[in-house]
């Protein structure tokens, strides 16, 4: 005799297995039938007796056709896919945060500047490496830890870097959903309108002469004064070389942060400029290092060094001064040259921005401006 065939409790509905001829069969019996339903129990038990008896007087249908084959066969494959892809979605569930940021951060790499790399995808993010738990199960307890462990701004531009990160393993099928959409939407930072507050003209003077009869840090005053002059990132201007000026022009092609050269710009591979009187007099004739600004010892200038002593202590000798960060040198060219009515797509050209970043994020608003 064969062995008894018995339905079978599968998550609420009926299901029938047996094995004949070493080969394994799985039957749905009662096309929605419930467990807990005496009646479509005893039907799939009448199934289960009509299988044995055939197998046992030698009369099974391998295909089920006689048992409802092709109906219960297609019930059973739909009942087999949900059931794979529910197992699929809970394994994607669990899948590590830390592991998806680095391939996420190793795909977006051949399109990065270096210093982004460095420091908004590298930096930024070595947070994942304190995470207890970084399952993405776990994305609203990792959302809470980093708006509690980190600045607002810093928790917005995190939370931005993993939306944009599991986006991308949503549509590479490593994940099934991102379970960070829409979360850097819901932090919001409180903009300080003076981060865009450039020097006025009296300002600006007052700071690069400071600097250039400055006793202690009168060797910065060609920088700052080139600074203001081009309104290019400190980053473009510390590496510079004696080779890239050709005449009255200049081309940015290399940056300096954190101790690192990159053989290209932060926005682009390189960009020439051409300068003007005040820039050229500043940069002056070739001297004995291959850098035009060198630091004191000839060396590249420490940019944390100079901003946080030298440029500090200079601003020190004007209380009347209000204190800014070195960064609005930049803010300061770009509010006079679009002031002075110069095309915006000439200005965003000339510093390496496109027109509404500059706008967005470097414009100044006039500190003595009243409508007539």
């Not at 599991?166 to 003076?194: R, T, Y």
């Not at 050709?246 to 591979?269: A, C, M, P, V």
């Amino acid at each position: 005799m064969p062995k008894k065939i018995t339905p079978q409790n599968n998550n609420g509905a009926i299901l029938l297995r047996w094995s004949f001829q070493k080969k394994r069969y799985a039957l749905t019996p009662v096309p929605g039938g419930r467990w807990e339903n005496a009646i479509d129990r005893k039907r799939a038990e009448a199934v289960a007796n009509l299988i044995s008896a055939d197998i046992a007087m030698g009369q099974f249908d391998p295909t089920l056709a006689k048992y409802g084959g092709s109906l219960h066969k297609t019930q059973l494959a739909i009942d087999d896919a949900q059931a794979r892809l529910a197992e699929l979605r809970q394994q994607r569930s669990e899948a590590d945060l830390k592991e998806l940021w680095e391939k996420y951060r190793a795909f977006k790499a051949p399109q990065l500047a270096p210093t982004t790399l460095k420091i908004d995808y590298g930096r930024r993010m070595n947070f994942l490496t304190r995470l207890e738990d970084s399952r993405l199960s776990q994305a609203i307890a990792i959302r809470d830890w980093i708006v509690a462990n980190t600045t607002t701004e810093q928790a917005k531009k995190i939370l931005q870097n993993l939306n944009a990160c599991c986006e991308w393993a949503v549509k590479s099928e490593l994940i099934e959903l991102n379970p960070f959409q829409g979360m850097a939407g819901e932090i919001h930072v409180k903009h300080d309108e003076e981060d865009i507050n450039p020097f006025n003209p009296l300002e600006k003077e007052a700071i690069i002469q400071g600097f250039y009869s400055s006793p202690h840090y009168g060797h910065y005053g060609r920088l700052v004064d080139f600074l203001f002059a081009t309104g290019c990132r400190p980053s473009e201007a510390i590496p510079l070389e004696w080779g890239d000026l050709r005449g009255n022009k200049l081309t940015f092609q290399r940056t300096y942060s954190d101790g690192e050269i990159s053989h290209r710009l932060k926005t682009q591979k390189k960009r020439t400029i051409i300068l003007n009187e005040r820039a050229i007099a500043v940069v002056g004739g070739c001297i004995s290092t291959a850098l035009i600004f060198p630091s004191p010892d000839g060396e590249y200038i420490s940019w944390n060094h100079f901003a946080t002593r030298a440029w500090v202590g200079v601003l020190a000798e004007f209380p009347e001064i209000e204190y800014r960060n070195p960064k609005q040198t930049r803010h300061t060219f770009i509010t006079e040259r679009i002031l002075a009515g110069d095309s915006p797509a000439d200005v965003s050209r000339y510093v390496g921005n496109s027109p509404g970043t500059i706008y967005k994020n470097y414009l100044g608003a006039s500190r003595s401006y009243s409508p007539d």
